[in-house]
């Protein structure tokens, strides 16, 4: 894996050195340095924006009919079946996921392709309700033209995949500006599309600096969509230079998700997903269930179940196939974390497991953190109120459903939240009075690229996912067709 030369990158169809400060990515098992990539700088950004503005207005491009252009997403789909177990291992190279979870992002990928492409071959223009007598109306989709992807370091394959082919389905060029820490995944993917045939220019990677390339790119005048995931503060900034350059913005943001148990809950079941939805990914996920509350007359119970199969988590080397529990993405984050959890002990919390980096020869080179619980702690504490992106869940008790929804809603943040009871239709009525995007009953942590994603509140503005996702990437054109010949008031002939 190691690699002495600096990786090239792939800016308007050729593979080229960035001139940019080169980067490094790491392998958080030991922070030992994977590869050496090379960056844009402006020369890059405005040399591979160009070639995309030219690219998806190519009239050969326009005019590829929709079953081709699937066709080739269908060929990508092919090579990252054909690629799989190397694309996941070279992600859990890049973040330190374990093998089993990046081979599941891998095969998430490629439904996706596959999902996006069929509906892109079946997707038709409306012929709208007619409302005058003599008026045919209809109306046609068309791309907007160049979008900007910026994606973060937790998923990126699954984060990168739903933006660039729903993006190039709708005809549009793509610049991908990936997380300095994931780039890897993303110059792969470009030689992918590379190879599936995809013609020059629609599809470049841009590595670097978020502030500095990422920024770039998006207030680059030709581009037309930001198309971001990543955290609420970045997700801000970037609104306000779409609303400056007034072009549209798909923004998936942070999270602090609660999930709720009931006493009616099968206890078993509950605490491994409890478990799943909070520790997965080492709790560096968007929709990490991260605030637990749970019924007063279980509490106890449930709490001492949660904290002996917590103990048991394998946590350890990403590439063996039983690991649950990865390292974190690299000291940065885990000092991060840690200060929270030091947080949670000053507002009163009691560290019930973990709370402290792992010991041991096995853990010494790596960022590996313990999964992590507190109690002890309110709703308003400012552990519960601040995303961690961590293995750390904190525990508090409910009595009554009016105080509960007072204290799950009570966050900025709205992406997903949890319920665990046998009562379904108090699982209904609780789901509509949630705050957030995605709600899961009796399972967590689950996706299906048919169904759409979003935040709310500042969890994110806009979707992704879903049947008709390429529309998201298109603007409507609406024409009128006069089918007498009526003519418009004040030129009536005389
Ligand atoms: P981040 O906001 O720091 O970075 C995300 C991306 O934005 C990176 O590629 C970064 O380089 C780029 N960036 C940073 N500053 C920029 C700027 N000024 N202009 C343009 N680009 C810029 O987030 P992160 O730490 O990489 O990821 C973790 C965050 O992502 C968490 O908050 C997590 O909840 C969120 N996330 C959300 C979802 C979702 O679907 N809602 C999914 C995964 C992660």
């Not at 030709?222 to 198309?227: A, D, E, G, R």
């Not at 046998?422 to 995605?438: F, M, N, P, Q, V």
Request: aromatic share 8%; glycine share 8%; with cysteine.
């Amino acid at each position: 894996m190691k690699e002495d030369t600096v990786k090239k990158i792939f800016i308007a169809g050729k593979w080229k050195l960035g001139g940019g400060e080169p980067i490094q990515s790491h392998y958080p098992a030991d922070n030992s340095v994977n590869a050496k990539i090379s960056t844009a700088n402006s020369d890059d950004i405005n040399e591979a924006i160009l070639a995309a503005e030219h690219a998806w207005r190519n009239p050969k491009w326009r005019d590829t009919l929709p079953s081709e252009k699937a066709a080739i997403l269908f060929k990508v789909a092919d090579l990252l079946e054909t690629k799989k177990e190397h694309l996941a291992q070279l992600q859990t190279r890049d973040n330190g996921k374990p093998i089993s979870e990046t081979l599941g992002l891998v095969s998430s990928s490629i439904a996706t392709t596959r999902y996006i492409a069929s509906s892109l071959e079946t997707l038709d223009s409306q012929l709208t309700n007619q409302r005058v007598k003599s008026l045919m109306t209809f109306t046609t989709y068309e791309p907007l033209g160049v979008i900007a992807a910026i994606t973060p370091w937790n998923s990126p394959i699954a984060s990168e995949i739903q933006k660039i082919v729903p993006a190039l389905a709708g005809g549009n060029a793509v610049i991908l500006k990936p997380a300095e820490a994931t780039s890897l995944i993303a110059l792969e993917l470009a030689s992918i599309f590379e190879e599936a045939g995809l013609p020059a220019g629609l599809f470049s990677v841009l590595t670097g600096k978020g502030s500095v390339v990422g920024e770039e790119v998006v207030k680059h005048p030709l581009v037309q969509k930001i198309s971001f995931t990543g955290s609420t503060s970045t997700g801000r900034h970037l609104a306000h230079i779409a609303a400056e350059k007034l072009i549209s913005t798909s923004l998936e943001l942070g999270g602090k998700s609660p999930t709720i148990v009931f006493s009616d809950a099968n206890l078993d079941i509950a605490v491994n997903g409890v478990i799943y939805g909070i520790f997965s990914s080492s709790g560096q996920a968007c929709i990490a269930g991260s605030r637990l509350f749970i019924h007063e007359s279980i509490y106890e119970k449930f709490l001492q179940s949660l904290i002996e199969k917590t103990k048991n988590i394998v946590v350890g080397d990403p590439e063996k196939n039983d690991t649950q529990m990865g390292p974190l993405i690299s000291e940065a984050h885990l000092d991060s974390v840690n200060r929270y959890v030091e947080m949670a002990r000053n507002e009163g919390g009691e560290i019930v497991v973990g709370g402290h980096r792992l010991e041991g020869d096995q853990y010494k080179k790596g960022s590996y953190y313990t999964p992590t619980i507190i109690t002890g702690l309110t709703n308003q504490s400012q552990v519960c109120q601040e995303e961690i992106f961590g293995p750390v869940l904190v525990v508090m008790p409910f009595s009554d459903e009016t105080e509960l929804l007072a204290q799950t809603n009570n966050s900025i943040y709205g992406l997903a939240a949890g319920i665990w009871t046998e009562d379904y239709r108090k699982a209904i009525d609780i789901s509509k009075r949630l705050e957030a995007g995605t709600i899961w009953i009796n399972t967590y942590k689950k996706f299906s690229i048919a169904t759409p994603f979003s935040g709310h509140k500042e969890s994110g503005v806009g979707k992704e996912k879903g049947r008709l996702s390429i529309l998201d990437y298109m603007q409507t054109k609406s024409i009128f067709l006069n089918l007498d010949q009526t003519p418009n008031p004040w030129c009536e002939p005389k």
